[in-house]
C-alpha cells in the first residue's frame, strides 16, 4: 500500500460506537439510512458476507448470514462532535422508524435518538429525543464516506472514483471471498 493511498485510508476510518450494558449514549443520525450488509461470525471475528445469490460464498456454507446495519451518527466526545459508526441490526431500525413516526419526526439527518442495551448480548435500543441541525463540519457527510468507512474497518478497497456502492460491492467480492475461505480455512485447520 503506498503512502497516498494509506493516508486517504485513515481520512476514511471511523471508531465504531460501543454501547454497553446499562448505558445510555445521545447520538445524532448523518444519514437517512445505514449501509445494509449481510456477516457471518467465524473464527470469533465479524466478515462481511460476499452473496449468497451464486451461492459461492464461503462464509454461507454451514451457516447464514445475519443483517447489519451500519449508520452514520455524530457523538460529542468531550466539546467535540465526532463522526462514528453505530451498527445496529434491522430490529433496531425499524424501532427507530416507528418511535420517530410516532413522535411525528421523520427519520433523516439531524434526528438525534438515545441507543442503550439492556442486556450486554441484547439488541440496542434506539429511542428517538428531538431533532436538532447538523454541525456544520458533518454537513457533507454522504453515503460514498459511509461506504468507505465499512470498507476500512473490513480492510476492503475504498469506492473509485464514481463508483456507487453496488459497484464497490461487486468489485469486493473477489476479495471478501478470499477473505471468508482464509477465515474459513484457518478455523478448520485449529480444530
Avoid at 476510518?13 to 446499562?22: A, P, W, Y
Avoid at 437517512?32 to 471475528?45: D, E, F, K, V, Y
Avoid at 451457516?63 to 457523538?75: I, M, N, P, T
Avoid at 468507512?149 to 467480492?173: K, M, N, Q, T
Amino acid at each position: 500500500m503506498g503512502r497516498e493511498e494509506a493516508l486517504n485510508r485513515a481520512r476514511c476510518q471511523l471508531s465504531v460506537l460501543k454501547v454497553r450494558m446499562g448505558s445510555v449514549v445521545s447520538v445524532q443520525l448523518l444519514l437517512s439510512q445505514p449501509a445494509w450488509l449481510g456477516t457471518h461470525w467465524i473464527g470469533g471475528r465479524q466478515w462481511l458476507c460476499a452473496g449468497c445469490d451464486d451461492g459461492e460464498c464461503p462464509g454461507c456454507i454451514g451457516q447464514c448470514s445475519r443483517l447489519v446495519g451500519f449508520a452514520g451518527v455524530a457523538v460529542h466526545v468531550g466539546s467535540r462532535v465526532v463522526p462514528m459508526l453505530l451498527e445496529l441490526s434491522s430490529q433496531s431500525w425499524a424501532q427507530l422508524e416507528l418511535l420517530s413516526h410516532m413522535d411525528s419526526m421523520d427519520v433523516v439527518p439531524g434526528l438525534v435518538f438515545e441507543a442503550s442495551r439492556r442486556r450486554s448480548r441484547g439488541s440496542l435500543r434506539c429511542e428517538p429525543v428531538k431533532m436538532s441541525p447538523v454541525v456544520p463540519e458533518l454537513a457533507s457527510f454522504d453515503q460514498a464516506r459511509l461506504v468507505n468507512a465499512v470498507a476500512v474497518l473490513y480492510r476492503l478497497p475504498l469506492l473509485a472514483v464514481g463508483e456507487d456502492p453496488d459497484g464497490w460491492f461487486l468489485r469486493v467480492r473477489p476479495t471478501l471471498k478470499r477473505q471468508l475461505a482464509a477465515a474459513a480455512g484457518a478455523l478448520s485447520g485449529a480444530t
